[in-house]
T-cell receptor, first 115, second 109 residues
């Protein structure tokens, strides 16, 4: 397995457009996380899935953001009506939860620039 | 509220040793993680501590004191490729990761 992959790696869009990002987790991992990161900050939690169920969504997350993981494998994150403040690195991480043990492994990220 | 504190930036010399500190105040504790992040890249897992004491992995070691809400990452025999940000993250009582802002480590020859 080559690890977590994300597509695209870079996206430039105009304000008001919709964008969709894809994440393919490590194959046997049951949890998948989406984070947003801006320069000089740690990752900011957006949402996560246990298999296909979306278990938690950040209260800070605008209704313009939606995520799916339809078959419990890959996930998509869509941002509708993008704003300049959405410019950031969007990170996906996956993990295999066994008992209390869990380590998240990150993909390379999608860098979004909203003009 | 929940808080993770780390120094914003540190500078060290190639071949030397550096210690990056992390203090935390979280609702519950279920483990502490250190990640390395090179500029423009994703974080990569370095270490995990859930019990007090020192965990050693090659040139990197991580220490935890739960009673003090304190951890450090120790990097020995520094190499230029160690220039990166180092992120401390704590898993809280809800098993969610709370992230620090990261410490940017600059290595000088």
């Amino acid at each position: 397995d080559t690890g977590v992959s994300q597509d695209p790696r870079h996206k430039i869009t105009k304000r008001g457009q919709n964008v969709t990002f894809r994440c393919d987790p490590i194959s046997e991992h049951n949890r998948l996380y989406w984070y947003r990161q801006t320069l000089g900050q740690g990752p900011e939690f957006l949402t996560y899935f246990q298999n296909e169920a979306q278990l938690e969504k950040s209260r800070l997350l605008s209704d313009r953001f939606s995520a799916e993981r339809p078959k419990g494998s890959f996930s998509t994150l869509e941002i509708q009506r993008t704003e300049q403040g959405d410019s950031a690195m969007y990170l996906c991480a996956s993990s295999l939860v066994t008992g209390d043990q869990e380590t998240q492994y990150f993909g390379p990220g999608t860098r979004l620039l909203v003009l | 509220g929940q808080n993770i504190d780390q120094p914003t930036e540190m500078t060290a010399t190639e071949g030397a040793i550096v210690q990056i500190n992390c203090t935390y105040q979280t609702s519950g504790f279920n483990g502490l993680f250190w990640y390395q992040q090179h500029a423009g890249e994703a974080p990569t897992f370095l270490s995990y501590n859930v019990l007090d004491g020192l965990e050693e992995k090659g040139r990197f070691s991580s220490f935890l004191s739960r009673s003090k809400g304190y951890s450090y990452l120790l990097l020995k025999e520094l190499q230029m490729k160690d220039s990166a940000s180092y992120l401390c993250a704590v898993r809280d009582s809800n098993y969610q990761l709370i992230w620090g802002a990261g410490t940017k480590l600059i290595i000088k020859p």
